[in-house]
């Protein structure tokens, strides 16, 4: 129906809620036949942001909810004209996009994931047709739900005679143990926080004057306090057995306020707080993957927000050492494109009726197709 090659855009924006990642990518018959013709990364409002993190925390109304859904709808639909322009593309010549929306809920254990963004506002918008809402089907088959990019690490990134692991840094890190070209052996999962903690550590040193802890720069200045990330890691999630995934809904406010005061009440400083939590999310990494990989990897490919926090990396480093530690850059896949790329490579399995979901990382009972159409139909076969 579409020729040799397809034109797919992935949307997305992670637990951290910061910006929307948009990527062009051009696809063939087979994954593996995959490039990036242009990527955008667009930050939302901190106002959104905020109003994004509250949902997670405190009960509000339903307007409210419906009202973010629009308005997050309309911003997703904006990244993907932006890059339609920037890139010199035209809407037509555009297959489907893929978004992945913003979740601000994941409840596994209900079956239940809540990601917002509208697909038919940015139908509306672009005319373009839109997969979204990827992660229905496979908590309907029993699954978390999470992760789903292990999909895409299998298919570009899974070497025969190497086993590698990939591994996220967003809000909340994933991790993908890639033994070979089997994706009944891939093992994947969150292991725990990622900038999450971390982000709400510097927005209180600054007083709300800083985001996150650009290039680890306050906790550079702060010391560790390995008591307290001892204390940390025996939290109950840490031994849970994968499949598992976690967000804001666990680690959330007490989390962080129960660290802080830990470090405080030992003489610690703000600085010694962050240094603390950055620890923690390298520590957490190498902890967890001892657990549950079959075997230590070959290497470590590193992507994600956190992949820019010069602090963390050397932590991870150390944490992970002797396995060398690389940036998903050297691949070919930007740190901060790869999990918008991989929901354009999902719509297009979703449009081909193909499954997208791997059982082993997930827990779902089965390989299921991922994702709903808007408009419907949108790529039924002539």
């Known amino acids: 129906m579409w020729g040799e090659w397809l034109l797919w855009i992935g949307l997305m924006s992670g637990t951290s809620a910061d910006a929307t990642d948009a990527a062009l990518v051009r696809i063939g018959e087979d994954v593996r036949d995959l490039s990036l013709r242009c990527f955008r990364s667009f930050p939302l409002p901190v106002s959104l942001r905020q109003r994004i993190h509250e949902l997670a925390e405190a009960p509000v109304p339903l307007r409210d909810l419906v009202q973010i859904d629009v308005e997050l709808g309309a911003r997703f639909a904006d990244a993907a004209l932006a890059l339609l322009e920037e890139s010199g593309t035209r809407a037509q010549d555009v297959a489907g996009i893929g978004s992945h929306g913003q979740t601000v809920g994941h409840y596994p254990e209900v079956q239940g994931s809540l990601q917002l963004g509208a697909a038919a506002v940015i139908h509306e918008r672009t005319k373009i047709p839109v997969v979204a809402d990827f992660r ?14 292990p999909f895409f690490h299998h298919a570009y990134f899974a070497q025969q005679d190497e086993v590698r692991a990939l591994l996220n840094i967003g809000g909340f890190t994933n991790v993908t143990y890639l033994p070979g070209l089997e994706p009944e052996q891939i093992v994947a999962f969150d292991p725990g926080p990622g900038n999450a903690l971390i982000d709400r550590a510097a927005r209180w040193a600054s007083e709300g004057s800083a985001s996150f802890d650009r290039d680890g720069a306050l906790a550079a200045q702060g010391k560790p306090d ?4 001892a204390e940390l890691l025996s ?4 031994a849970l057995t994968p499949p598992k995934s976690t967000g804001h809904e666990y680690f959330a406010a007490a989390h962080f306020a129960g660290a802080r005061e830990r470090v405080l009440e030992r003489g610690g400083s703000p600085q010694d707080v962050l240094a603390t939590l950055t620890q ?9 993957a001892k657990r549950f990989f079959p075997s230590q990897p070959a290497r470590w490919i590193v992507y994600g927000g956190g992949a820019r926090n010069p602090v963390l990396l050397e932590m991870l480093r150390e944490a992970l050492d002797p396995t060398p530690v690389e940036l998903s850059a050297a691949y ?3 740190i901060d494109a790869l999990e ?9 399995c979703a449009s081909r009726g193909e499954t997208g979901n791997l059982p082993g990382a997930t827990g779902a009972r089965h390989p299921a197709i991922l994702g709903t159409a808007t408009p419907p139909g949108s790529f039924a076969s002539d």
């Open 136 to 149: 229905a089907a496979d908590l309907a088959a029993g699954g978390q739900g999470a992760p789903l990019t």
């Open 226 to 229: 390995a008591e307290v990330v």
């Open 235 to 238: 939290d109950p999630y840490f």
């Open 280 to 288: 923690l999310t390298a520590e957490s990494v190498a902890d967890q």
């Open 332 to 334: 070919g896949v930007p």
């Open 340 to 348: 918008a790329i991989a929901f354009a490579v999902l719509g297009w």
